[in-house]
């Protein structure tokens, strides 16, 4: 089967740019870690920044001489931006047509006119996890919170009975399904197969945000039972528009690269021939470039054009598409950096040394070491890259679907336990009005559910297939 083909390794850096042992090789990772760590946290330093001088910091400890650092790190950069910094920009685009042309909202209004009462909870964890395929976790809360606080408030149901849904479908879209960033930069990491992956992403989601959204929803609004606060309500971004696209082509864009990058899984799985014309077609349009590019250029059709926008409104929207994700970009770049310094250091050996006379399966150490930084950084992007890094060699002997697995472990251990070091915790706590308190026992535990839910379920696929 295909996979992403990047490069991993610098020409010159086939062997450890460093000859220093495991004890000093641990010590650097750690001090290269907490580095990182306390500049984010301590220091309030960009991540960027953070990962950068966290991987310089991380050679100099193992003793590498800091030209092979530098080259080692650039490397990494570059392949990774390579690797999915395109897929992140298509992403993108493709998350800012459906705002902006009211394709998002058509989706919610249509699904919240068919749902009342005790299905209301779980039409929100439907419209979150459709919205939040193609757009980042930022994106979809600025999106979907007003409609969650405008459904609360004229319906007059619980805010976390409807809020923790939404939520919940957003974070699991966001840690589990590529074309998200984390499961991408994982996925380019271990040489996971992207259809093979999204198809078990999808699998362990669906499980996932049941539990984490509309049934945990229940505990969450008898733990803090807030109203909706009317001043965090603000204009839904669609309500100048005098029309917008209809239900049908909005949600047949949504899922179009989806359905591709599945098919060509499946046509992979069937045939296994890549002499095959068939194999070879779907190899093409099931790459994650040409499926996301093909929804982009589709989504001019039937999002852009029935919402009236013009020809001249085009570039615009893809400028302004583009420009919140520069960030993104230099982070997971970033992440790369750091990842491709692990190897070349030779911590990636040094780890699959060790465990070999571990007891703990693969899947779960990749769990707890994304767990570990999630905890310690608070982003669940730095998490996903640094832990991929780590675990990367693990991936050498594993089955097609176990490497896949691997890319879902970590995804999930990157969601554990967001807290006051994590801005989605303070993005949630400022929307729904509520105190730090309130917000540990809502948002924090519904990331905890998912994380450890989703892990658990990774863990059991592992032993069935």
Sequence with gaps: MTRLNVEVLAADAVEPITSAGHAQLGIAVLAGIAVIVL???KFKLHAFLSLTIGSLALGAFAGAPLDKVITSFTTG????????????????????????????????????????GRTMPWAMVLIASVIGLPLFFEVGVVLLIPVVLMVAKRGNYSLMRIGIPALAGLSVMHGLVPPHPGPLVAIDAVKANLGVTLALGVLVAIPT??????????????????????????????EELEKRPGFG???????????????????DIVVDDPANLTQRVFDVIGSPLIALLAAVLVGIFTLLRPAGFGKERLTPLVEKGLAPIAGI???????GGFKQTLIDTGVGQMILDISKDWSIPALLLAWLIAVGIRLATGSATVATVSAAGLVAPLAADMSTTHTALLVLAIGAGSLFF???????????KEYFGLNVGQTIKTWSVMETIISVVAGGLVLLLSLII
């Design 209 to 238: 945000v049941i539990i984490a959204g509309p049934l945990f929803s229940r505990y969450a609004a008898r733990w803090v039972d807030v109203p909706a606060p009317d001043r965090m309500i603000p204009q839904r971004a669609t």
């Design 418 to 428: 967001s807290h006051v070091n994590d801005a989605g915790f303070w993005l949630v």
């Design 77 to 116: 950069l570059g392949t990774t931006v390579a690797g999915v910094g395109v897929l992140i920009a298509l992403g993108a685009i493709l998350g800012k047509m459906l705002a902006d042309s009211g394709g998002a909202d058509q989706i919610v209004d249509t699904i919240l006119a068919k749902a009342s």
């Design 329 to 335: 970009l230099l982070i997971v770049g970033a992440g």
């Design 249 to 267: 082509p909005t949600l047949a864009t949504i899922l179009l690269p989806v359905v591709l990058m599945l098919s060509k899984a499946l046509v």
């Design 39 to 41: 500049l984010i946290t």
